[in-house]
């Protein structure tokens, strides 16, 4: 091992075959540089990092560590890691210390109150404390709103520039690539490719122009401030005798002392195509949970779903029969280890696959979703078994297999590379290209939403 090595992977075979990659991983982290791990969805990112953490034992080859701090003896100790799993918090309560502290970004509330994207900056923040000699980040700016992404980054630039923490990031983005980054190892087809400068590795991007030229300029601009127009705006001088989808009349919801939405009237009509905006904290989530169902303060509020109102008799599953969805907290919630094509399958019922066996035909059409998000071969595959973006393309899979009245899609590309996010964009298009399909989106990228996005609420943190 180099003495200027941090870390040094050689020739490393884990012992297990669902652990292994394609070929032995060869791999090294010099005490001056900053590495980003670059790959696909699916690429073998995570199997990676996995080697790199010592989580695994290996049958061939060697793994080594050389920390300059003497009381620093194990690699938990050195080496901390925030990967994709963990961006929407911990399952405990024990760290609320770090939450409380973190004033920086206004995460002062309990977690249980917190969307994703705070959820997201309360986990970071914990990594972030204690200057560890190494420092790894999976796909750090997933679900954090554009102030918040700049914030990051910031913090991150002066940890690279403070010389005493190395920073891994894994990234499946080219448009996420920082420039204080200054080597890329790339990761494709479960093969480990050998480390590139930041220059070189930029002389590789093939793919990027043909992205680019398939994006197409949306109608909706300014996700996240710069010109987005409020909802009555958007419907001024257009009013449609559609029958209405969602009504909300002076909706508030509060938590204790903490306002989430206030005063809040919406009315989404059959064929109209929105997108759902605001910063971290906003209320986002809360407003798609009242949509949906799935908050218990919808009945003392005035709301009305496909012309009935919420609390007139209507049972959750009613309601549920006309909507597809797919949001962080679903994928969050998806714990059992079951067949792709069984949770795809489970939207025709809402059910996560659990309790059901999917006959032929419903296995029938939950494969034609599949096919057309380009993973019908992952039909056997185990749920859990699947890479973070693979799992997030089953989940969009499932939010469109009963072809719904309404689609409420958010953060949909959460996670994913560059072609995946074109597929899923292409797939919203076709969905809408059918007028009578409502659809609700909430992303904190712009150039995520399809050009049949026509109107747009902006939320605003209280």
């Known amino acids: 091992m180099a003495t200027s090595d941090v870390i ?26 900053h590495v980003a791990i670059y790959g696909p969805n699916a690429s073998g990112k995570s199997k990676l ?28 100790d050195n080496v901390k890691c925030l990967e994709f799993r963990d961006c929407y918090g911990g399952e405990t309560d024990r760290d609320y210390y770090h939450q409380q502290r973190w004033n920086q970004w206004d995460v002062r509330d309990s977690r249980v109150l917190m969307s994703s994207g705070e959820l997201r900056k309360y986990s970071l923040s914990k990594v972030l404390e204690g200057e560890p000699c190494v420092l790894i980040l999976d796909s750090p700016f997933v679900g954090l709103d554009a102030a918040s992404r700049k914030e990051l980054d910031g913090r991150l630039r002066a940890i690279a520039s403070s010389g ?24 494709k087809d479960q093969v480990v490719q050998p480390k590139l400068t ?18 197409v300029p ?7 401030g710069c010109g987005v127009f409020s909802c009555a705006d958007s419907l001024r001088g257009t009013e449609s005798a559609a029958p209405e989808v969602v009504r909300l009349e002076k909706v508030s919801i509060r ?8 005063d809040l009237d919406w009315v989404v009509r059959r064929g109209e195509r929105w997108a759902l905006v605001g910063a971290n904290g906003s209320g986002k989530s809360t407003l798609l949970s009242l949509v949906c169902a799935d908050n218990p303060q919808a009945y003392a509020c005035r709301i009305s779903l496909f012309g009935h109102r919420r609390g007139s008799g209507e049972s959750i ?69 699947l890479s973070s973006g693979e799992q997030r393309l089953v989940l969009v899979a ?45 992303t904190h990228y712009a150039e995520e939403l399809p050009p049949c996005i026509d109107r747009c609420l902006r939320l605003e943190k209280h």
């Open 398 to 442: 499932r939010a469109f297999v009963r072809d719904p009245d309404l689609l409420i899609l958010d953060e949909p590309l959460h996670g994913l590379d560059n072609a995946n996010r074109l597929v899923v964009r292409n797939l919203i298009e076709e969905y809408c290209s059918d007028h009578d399909r409502t659809l609700i989106m909430v």
């Open 218 to 224: 949306v109608a909706v601009s300014g996700v996240d």
């Open 164 to 187: 005493r923490t190395r920073l891994v990031l894994v990234l499946s983005r080219f448009d996420e690539m920082p420039d204080y980054i200054t080597h890329v190892v790339p990761v």
């Open 255 to 262: 938590y204790g002392e903490r306002t989430i939405l206030k």
């Open 8 to 33: 040094r992977i050689r020739a490393g075979i884990p012992m297990k075959e669902e652990w292994c990659l394609a070929a032995p991983v060869d791999f090294a982290l010099g005490s001056d540089e």
């Open 198 to 215: 930041l220059a070189e590795w930029k002389l590789t991007l093939t793919d990027r122009p043909l992205l680019e030229e398939k994006a």
């Open 317 to 385: 599953w009613d309601i549920k029969k006309h909507i597809g969805y797919v949001s962080p907290e679903l994928h969050r919630s998806f714990k059992r280890d079951i067949p792709a094509v069984n949770i795809v399958a489970g939207g025709l019922k809402d059910y996560h696959g659990m309790f059901t066996v999917p006959d032929d035909l419903e296995i029938g059409t939950a494969l034609r979703w599949m096919e057309k998000l380009g993973i019908a071969d992952l039909r056997d595959r185990r749920f859990l078994s």
């Open 49 to 76: 990092v996995d080697i790199i953490l010592a989580r695994h034992p290996l049958k061939s080859g060697t793994v080594a560590y050389s920390f300059p701090s003497p009381t620093r003896r194990y690699v938990c």
